[in-house]
């Protein structure tokens, strides 16, 4: 058995000025004021659309995350219906081949500690289910039959893609203190490096990074 760390990946290449720079050409379709677009007016006026709370004007620029989670955190991902998924398929994918290494992989729980007791009780379970999944398909059990028994540790590759409004709503319900700990976890790394990666967009959304 495998244990992993979840991760995210922004997949698609673009420039973050750009983006806004799209953003701004749209948004101002609205008010007629395409005139007023200079080298650098669009920070100014995607703040201010996201002030007023006119983020349709956001809906004009999509782009795609691979999330690597366990399955419990892909369920709550996928609660999130204006966006379109590709995931990993336990029907489909047979752990016991090379392919994937002859074992599980599973994601370590930020909320448990290395070497203390609860650690081990969570590893001790997926070192059992790993077991009882292998023994299924030594049975006769397919894949999507033996996935019965496996844990919602379980590593799965998830990819999402949405538009920059939906990509908001997404994080600010994901890194909110409210969320799930592993939820809070991989949005707060999405978060973090989205902040980066495109001006004044994700500024106003505080989460945990």
């Avoid at 996201?50 to 991902?77: N, P, W």
Wanted: net charge neutral.
């Amino acid at each position: 058995m495998k244990v992993i760390k979840p991760s995210v990946e922004i997949m698609d290449v673009f420039d973050g000025m750009d983006v806004i720079r799209k953003l701004e050409l749209c948004g101002r379709v609205c008010y007629k004021s395409e005139d007023k677009i200079t080298d650098d007016s669009a920070y100014k006026f995607v703040e201010n659309i996201i002030k007023r709370g006119h983020e349709s004007a956001l809906e004009h620029f999509s782009f795609t995350v691979k999330f690597i989670c366990d399955r419990g955190v892909s369920h709550e991902i996928v609660r999130h219906r204006i966006a379109s998924y590709s995931q990993e398929s336990t029907r489909y994918c047979n752990y016991s081949k090379d392919d994937f290494g002859s074992e599980i992989t599973v994601i370590e729980p930020c909320f448990l500690v290395p070497g203390t007791k609860g650690y081990k009780l969570w590893e001790r379970a997926c070192l059992v289910a790993e077991q009882m999944y292998f023994k299924m398909l030594d049975w006769g059990c397919t894949p999507e039959e033996a996935r019965a028994v496996l844990p919602n540790s379980l590593k799965t590759e998830l990819v999402m893609t949405a538009n920059i409004r939906e990509w908001r709503h997404f994080l600010k319900l994901r890194t909110s203190p409210a969320a799930h700990p592993q939820m809070r976890e991989v949005a707060g790394l999405l978060l973090k490096e989205l902040k980066v990666k495109i001006p004044v967009v994700f500024d106003d959304i505080e989460g945990v990074v």
